[in-house]
């Protein structure tokens, strides 16, 4: 630990969950960087339903916190041990892990063992917390994004090009990597081979646009939204259905004249679950995203997996969909509406009614 009456301080603006109330922006007290840490100017932060779960489910207990996991800024500076990165750099931030477990030794940060204490423990991994001073808990994701200024390490930061808007790359660190990721490292869905995703919010459409990518047939949505079904298909399913009107199993028996070869569930729904089941060819795999599910076999060598980020590792695969989305393959500005930060709680009320899919914040000039 350092030096108290060494520790630099400053002030940062941030969106404070507590009880009973709206988020708030307030100004807070942030210490750091650490030596293996960069203090980020947070240009823009994605809002992701994992953060809406929180708010949403915030029981007082426990200090108030800042959440946001999807932000995207300029390096303003850095720890003595920071090598990746200078002032100045234009950065993504993506989930955290420890760097030292056996999961991050083989370069799988996504297995990290401490995953769950590095991204949802509100604090550092040594246990402190850089907004203490102000009574409040950050480090959420290795970043609390929803504020001017975040605290990350190179661990969960990509260096990103600056030909393109920050605004527009905050959500690659989460939601859409996830859904990309999960068709590409996870099912690594081949040519030809078929795949249902049950859910089109921006997870489920990184997922339909990756499947297009890797030359999956059929594309089959579902969901039970019309603007995010017709969405669905202009993003590259080749079918969709509104499961309000019609019947999963059978339409997918219909299109594809047997089964499916893999379903990506985003909805955690167990109804969707047993649907999967009667409807996966023998081998086929059903990938859960909804993060509270075992993985397992089932008969006939169908597998279920229960994935975490897309099994991407974000320093190679963010760069990667940058890429895609370059070369016109990955339009996932299609997704996106931007809020100013001071409309954090309307953002976050047009997410949960569905109206937006993916809410952007937008918090500070580029
Ligand atoms: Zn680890
Ligand atoms: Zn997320």
């Known amino acids: ?42 240009v823009a932060s994605g809002i992701c339903h994992t953060d809406i779960g929180f708010v949403d489910g915030w029981d007082g207990t426990a200090n108030p916190v800042v959440l946001g996991h999807e932000g995207a800024g300029v390096v303003e500076q850095i720890g003595k041990h920071v090598k990746g990165v200078k002032r100045g750099d234009h950065v993504v931030l993506s989930y955290q892990s420890c760097g030292r477990c056996r999961a991050c030794r083989r370069g799988h940060p996504f297995d990290c ?10 604090h550092r991994l040594d246990g402190s917390n850089a907004l203490h001073r102000s009574g409040v808990r950050g480090h959420f994701f290795g970043q609390s994004s929803f504020a ?18 920050l605004e527009l790359l905050a959500p690659m660190g989460c939601g859409l990597q996830t859904g990309a990721g999960t068709v590409i490292n996870s099912l ?17 459409l990184a997922a339909v646009m990756a499947a297009r990518v890797v030359g999956a047939d059929p594309i089959i949505g579902v969901d039970i939204k019309p603007i995010r079904l017709k969405l669905a298909r202009e993003l590259g399913a080749t079918h969709i259905i509104d499961n309000r009107r019609h019947d999963i199993a059978s339409h997918i028996t219909r299109i594809t004249g047997s089964g499916i070869d893999y379903v990506l569930d ?64 990955f339009p996932f500005d299609r997704l996106v509406k931007f809020y100013n930060f001071s409309k954090i709680n309307t953002a976050i009320a047009d997410a949960k009614s569905g109206e937006t899919i993916k809410p952007v914040l937008r918090i500070s000039k580029e």
């Open 266 to 329: 985003t909805t955690g729904d167990q109804e969707m679950f047993e649907i999967t089941i009667r409807t996966l060819n023998r081998k086929g795999i059903l990938a859960l995203l909804a993060g509270n599910e075992s993985a397992g076999s089932l008969s006939e060598g169908r597998k279920v997996i229960s994935v975490i980020q897309g099994d991407a590792v974000p320093q190679r695969f963010i760069p990667n969909l940058i890429r895609l989305y370059q070369t016109g393959r």
């Open 1 to 42: 630990m350092a030096n108290p009456s060494k520790v630099k301080t400053f002030n940062i603006q941030a969106a404070v969950l507590r009880t009973g109330s709206p988020l708030k922006i307030e100004s807070l007290e942030l210490e750091g960087p650490n030596d293996d840490e960069i203090l980020v100017r947070i």
């Open 148 to 165: 001017t200024h975040a605290l990350a390490t190179e661990r969960n930061l990509v260096k990103v090009p600056k030909s393109l808007p």
């Open 113 to 122: 063992e401490y995953f769950w204490e590095a991204n949802f423990g509100f």
């Open 188 to 204: 690594k869905v081949r040519k030809g081979k078929g795949i249902a995703i049950f859910g089109t919010g921006a997870v489920g």
